[in-house]
C-alpha cells in the first residue's frame, strides 16, 4: 500500500496516458492567504496555475510542452520552486526550476538527472530541499541553494527511500524514510541529527501550519483509500476530517491556520476543495470537472 504511494509522482507522468482531462491537484496558499496555486493537466501537460483563495480568475503560468509541477511557495511569496521534466524528453527525469510568484523568466538549478519532486522551502527562504530517486526504488534527500550552485545530499542511503521532505518552522526538515512500513524522520540538516516522529500508521506528506503546532496529511487505509487527517504537532488531537468512497489528498493550511487544501476525485478527476479546519464548510475551488461542491 504504502509503495503504491511513492509512485503517485510517476502517476503524474503518465496522468494523460490514463485519461485524466483535468488533474488539478497539489493546492498551496500564498503566504498573505489571497492565493492558491496548483498543477493542473487541463491543457495537455502539468502546468502551474494560480486563482484567487475563492478560485476565481484562474491564471496559467507555465505554457510548455513539458511538465512543471510539485510546486512550493516561498515564505515571503516572491518565488515559486517546482519540478520540470524539459529536456528530457521520454527519460523519467525531472530538474528543480524557480520562477516569480507572479509567472515570468525561469531559473534553472539543477542539471544533473534523476527524478526531483517534492520540494520545500527553508523558512528563511535560502535553501530548497527535494527528494531525488535514482531509478531503482532509491531516493535521497537533498538541498540546493534557492540561488543555484551544488546541491548537497542530506541523506545519502543508496538502499533506503527517503522522500517528501517538508521543513519545519523551527527550520528542522521532516521526511519520511522506508516503503513498506515508513517511518517519519526530523533532522536538523546542519548537525545532521535525527529524531524519530509519532504518525499515525498510513500517513504521508505531512503540511505543516505556519506556527508549527498543527500538521495535516493524507492516511492511507489497509485497502488503500485515502483521507485526510490533522492532529497536533506532537502527534495529539488526531482527527479525521475527510471520509469519501474516491481518493482525497491533503493540501497546505491557510496562512492563519483556520482552513485547509485537499484535492479529490469524488467527480472522477482531481479537483481542488478547501475546507475549514475542523472539517467542515467543504467546497470546489477549481470547478473544472463538476461545477458544484
Known sequence: MMIRFFLTGLLALSAIACEQRTYDTFGVWSPDGDSIYFYTYRFGNADLMRMNADG???RRLTRSFENEWWLAVS??????????????????G???YVMPSSGGRATRLTNDGGMKLNVSWSPD?????YDAGDGAGGADIWLISALGGEPRNLTNTPDVREALPSFRPDGSLVFMEGSDSPRFI?????TGEREELSFPFGAVRPYFSSDGSRIAMSVFDDEGQSDVYVMDADGGNLA??????????AGGWSPDGSRLLFSTYRWGESEIYVMNADGSGKRNLTRTTADKD
Not at 526530523?186 to 546542519?190: E, F, G, L, T
Open 56 to 58: 476565481s480568475e484562474q
Open 75 to 92: 515564505h515571503d511569496g516572491t518565488r515559486i520552486a517546482y519540478a520540470s521534466n524539459k529536456g528530457f524528453k521520454k527519460t523519467a
Open 94 to 96: 525531472a530538474d528543480l
Open 125 to 129: 527562504d535560502a535553501y530548497i530541499a
Open 186 to 190: 526530523a533532522m536538523d540538516v546542519i
Open 240 to 249: 479525521q476530517l475527510t471520509s469519501h468512497e474516491d481518493q482525497d489528498y
